[in-house]
């Protein structure tokens, strides 16, 4: 047996992943990391969602968090560049008040270059870290209640309208969508943006937190087991498929 050779599928994605930390640390790792070293780490997902690829506007944001602050991440790998991202976040502040962008330590001086002070800055560095370098200032002068319907599933803006008005619109299919909206901008921005969190939140999975939260998943795989709301008995069928040799 070659020394240092993966014995276990888990050992073989584990030396996977540390080489990708040092040779190509792609849009994956950093997510991986947000959650594992950000996420988990400030919060309680007892009262907090993370979203992964969230359309906003024209846009689709990297991550969005939400609970009691709802930030928007905007990713910038160095594989990137920053050519749209100030449409990006543009968009993101229709519906988002914090605004971060997730970048490589050693790009940090070219992206300050880049954003305004209000965009909050999160660093990744070389080991797998992330480090906070700078707050997000809240921002609401560009909230669109248009802008957050569109970004959620029908039954959500249903319930949304529902929310503000206490009925929905007796209206006819073809036609529902256009009333919603218009029924929407009749509220101040802010009382939309509130109800708007809330829904967004009922997507929580209560069994995926659970296993996240109290068994030993290899960080690696936080992420994607989180993500695709995988439950007690999935973590049960992936620890087998780890320890098998390979």
């Given at each position: 047996m070659e020394a240092g050779r993966p014995e276990t599928i888990d050992q073989l994605l584990a030396?996977?992943?540390?080489?990708?930390?040092?040779?190509?640390?792609?849009?994956?790792?950093?997510?991986?990391?947000?959650?594992?070293?950000?996420?988990?780490?400030?919060?309680?997902?007892?009262?907090?969602?993370?979203?992964?690829?969230?359309?906003?506007?024209?846009?689709?944001?990297?991550?969005?968090?939400?609970?009691?602050?709802?930030?928007?991440?905007?990713?910038?790998?160095?594989?990137?560049?920053?050519?749209?991202?100030?449409?990006?976040?543009?968009?993101?502040?229709?519906?988002?008040?914090?605004?971060?962008?997730?970048?490589?330590?050693?790009?940090?001086?070219?992206?300050?270059?880049?954003?305004?002070?209000?965009?909050?800055?999160?660093?990744f560095t070389d080991n797998g870290g992330v480090l906070e370098s700078r707050k997000a200032i809240r921002e609401t002068n560009f909230l669109d209640a248009g802008t957050m319907m569109k970004s959620l599933r029908k039954a959500e803006y249903l319930e949304l309208v529902k929310r503000l008005t206490g009925f929905l619109p007796d209206v006819t299919p073809v036609h529902l969508f256009k009333t919603c909206l218009a029924i929407l901008t009749d509220f101040p921005v802010e009382e939309v943006l509130r109800h708007y969190y809330s829904i967004i939140k009922s997507r929580i999975c209560e069994g995926t937190n659970r296993v996240i939260s109290e068994y030993d998943l290899p960080d690696y795989l936080n992420f994607p087991f989180y993500i695709l709301g995988l439950n007690e008995n999935h973590y049960l069928s992936l620890q087998k498929i780890l320890k098998t040799n390979i």
């Open positions: 030396t996977a992943y540390q080489g990708l930390l040092r040779e190509y640390r792609h849009e994956y790792l950093y997510k991986s990391a947000l959650l594992n070293q950000y996420i988990l780490r400030k919060y309680s997902l007892d009262d907090t969602i993370l979203l992964n690829e969230f359309r906003i506007g024209k846009s689709v944001a990297d991550a969005v968090l939400v609970n009691g602050t709802n930030k928007v991440f905007e990713i910038k790998t160095e594989l990137d560049n920053p050519d749209k991202l100030v449409t990006q976040l543009a968009d993101y502040y229709k519906a988002f008040s914090q605004v971060y962008l997730f970048v490589h330590e050693r790009l940090e001086a070219k992206y300050r270059t880049v954003v305004n002070e209000k965009v909050g800055l999160i660093l």
